[in-house]
Nanobody
Framework: VQLQASGGGSVQAGGSLRLSCSAS????????AGWFRQAPGKEREFVAG??????????YYGDFVQGRFTISTDKARNTYYLQLSSLKSEDTAVYYC?????????????????????WGQGTQVTVSS
């Protein structure tokens, strides 16, 4: 599985961005797709995830999201999105997309970075106040 993230950029506080993650080589119908971020000097943290079990989708968000971000998928295009709205300066980070093909075999939400086998290269989001 290869992942290609895009859509990052520089915006002012309160602005919006849509990140995309294009996946190739993935064939399972049961998996989780997630977004993580890492700011300078900080650990990588979970932003959002979507667990897909055939046609059932479950979404999960980090506590700090508070309704500002939305994760979605376009299965026909094998692409995942993260809509970022009401951005704050503290949202500045490199955002990574990832896929966990073993998610359905575990219990619990797909929030653990070490569970994800495949990672994209990251896309920079910079929010100025």
């Amino acid at each position: 599985v290869q992942l290609q993230a895009s859509g990052g950029g520089s915006v002012q506080a309160g602005g919006s961005l849509r990140l995309s993650c294009s996946a190739s080589g993935r064939t399972d119908v049961t998996y989780a797709a997630g977004w993580f971020r890492q700011a300078p000097g900080k650990e990588r943290e979970f932003v959002a995830g979507i667990g897909i079990n055939n046609y059932i989708e479950e979404t999960y968000y980090g506590d700090f999201v508070q309704g500002r971000f939305t994760i979605s998928t376009d299965k026909a295009r094998n692409t995942y999105y993260l809509q970022l709205s009401s951005l704050k300066s503290e949202d500045t980070a490199v955002y990574y997309c990832a896929v966990d093909e073993q998610w359905a075999a575990r219990s619990g939400p797909p929030t653990i970075a070490n569970h994800y086998e495949y990672w994209g290269q990251g896309t920079q989001v910079t929010v100025s106040s």
